[in-house]
C-alpha cells in the first residue's frame, strides 16, 4: 500500500517514513526542500518536493493512495506567547486548506484518508481528568489547542476521511525538543521544571508515535474515528525530568512556579508542559499496537545512547 507522510522531513515525519518502510509499505515522503528530500532518502523513502497550497504539485502523487500523514507543522519561536502561537495557529490552518483543497480534488474513490494528527491539549478531560479516544474537543483551548481545534473544525467541516490520532504532549527521543533542549539544558543545570512536577505528563518515544500513525493508517474503516496515542503511563514531568538528568550525570532539576518560567518559555509551552491528564489508550491497543517503549525509563536510555553516538556524514546531493 502507498503511504503518503506530508512534513517527511521532519522530527516524527522521518522516523515515520522508516517506520512505514519497515513495515513494508511503499512511502513517499513530500517535502518542501533539498535536504528535507535528503532525510526522506535516507530513511528509506521517495522523496517528492512540492507546495502544499498548490493541487497541481501533488494531486496526483496522492491519487490512488492509501493514506495521508499530514506531520507538517509551522516553525515555533524561541518563546511561545499567546501572540505566537497565533500566528503559529493562522499558518497552520492555511497550510490544512491547502490539503484538504488537494484532497478533495480528486475523485471520492481515488481519495487518500487522511490521518490528522495533533496533541492531547486538544481533547477535554473527563472523571480522573483521563482523556480517551471518547474525549470530546475542548470549548477553551490551552496550549497548542490554540493550533489544534481549528485543524480539526477545518478537517471535519471538509467532509474527507479522515481519523484523528492525539499524541503525548511530549514527542522525545533525539532530537528537536527533548534532545535539542531539554537534554543539554538539564546536563548543564539549566533546566527547571516548571510548577511542582507532578503534573502527569502523556509522552511519547518518537519511534511508537510513529508506528502508531503507520499502524492507524493501515486499520481498516478508521474514517471518522479518534485515538490516543502514549506510552500508556502516568508518568509525571519531574519524573521524566529526574531521570533523564540522572542518566546525564547532572543534578536533580529546580521546581520553579510556572509564573517564573513564562517570561523564557512563554506561557503556551508552560501550559502544555504542565498538562495533568491521564491517556486512556485502549482503543489503540486494542488493534494490536503495543508500544516499543512501555514508558520513559526504557525511553530516555534509547534517547541518549542515540545522542552519544557519533554523527553520521551528511550525504552528498546528488547533481
Known amino acids: 500500500m502507498k503511504l503518503l507522510v506530508l512534513g517527511a522531513g521532519g522530527f516524527i515525519g522521518r522516523t515515520a517514513v522508516r517506520e512505514a518502510v519497515t513495515a513494508g509499505w511503499e512511502v513517499v ?79 471520492e474513490e481515488e481519495r487518500p484518508l487522511l490521518v490528522s494528527v495533533s496533541g492531547m491539549d486538544d481533547l477535554a478531560p473527563g472523571p480522573g481528568r483521563t482523556v480517551s479516544h471518547l474525549s470530546v474537543p475542548r470549548e477553551s483551548a490551552v496550549g497548542f489547542a490554540h493550533v489544534g481545534l481549528p485543524v480539526r473544525r477545518l478537517v471535519e467541516a471538509s ?11 511530549m514527542v522525545y527521543g533525539p532530537g528537536k525538543g527533548f534532545g535539542d533542549l531539554v537534554v543539554p539544558g538539564l546536563a548543564n543545570g539549566r533546566m527547571p521544571v516548571p510548577g511542582t512536577g507532578r503534573n502527569r505528563l502523556p509522552i511519547i518515544h518518537v519511534e511508537d508515535a ?66 495533568d491528564v491521564v491517556a486512556d489508550t485502549s482503543a489503540l491497543t486494542e488493534t494490536g499496537f503495543a508500544p516499543r517503549y512501555p514508558s520513559y525509563r526504557e525511553g530516555v536510555a534509547a534517547t541518549l545512547a542515540e545522542l552519544s553516538r557519533p554523527a553520521l556524514p551528511r550525504a552528498r546531493a546528488v547533481p
Open 29 to 107: 515522503g513530500l517535502v518542501r526542500n533539498d535536504e528535507a528530500a535528503q532525510r526522506v532518502r535516507r530513511a528509506g523513502g521517495t522523496p517528492h518536493l512540492f507546495s502544499v497550497g498548490d493541487p497541481a504539485t501533488w494531486a496526483e502523487t496522492a491519487r490512488g493512495a492509501h493514506a495521508v500523514l499530514d506531520l507538517i507543522q509551522p516553525s515555533l519561536p524561541g518563546r511561545l506567547t499567546r501572540r505566537a502561537i497565533g500566528r503559529v495557529a493562522a499558518t497552520r490552518q492555511e497550510t490544512t486548506r491547502g490539503v484538504l483543497r488537494t484532497l478533495l480534488s480528486l475523485p
Open 159 to 169: 467532509g474527507t476521511p479522515a481519523v484523528h490520532v492525539y499524541l503525548g504532549n
Open 210 to 275: 510513529a508506528r502508531a500513525l503507520v499502524h492507524v493508517a493501515g486499520l481498516p474503516d478508521v474514517a471518522g474515528r479518534s485515538f490516543v496515542a502514549t506510552d500508556g503511563t502516568a508518568t509525571t514531568l519531574g519524573e521524566l525530568f529526574d531521570e533523564t538528568a540522572a542518566l546525564l550525570g547532572a543534578g536533580r532539576p529546580r521546581r520553579l512556579p510556572r509564573w517564573l518560567t513564562v517570561p523564557f518559555a512563554g506561557g503556551i509551552a508552560v501550559q502544555t508542559l504542565t498538562l
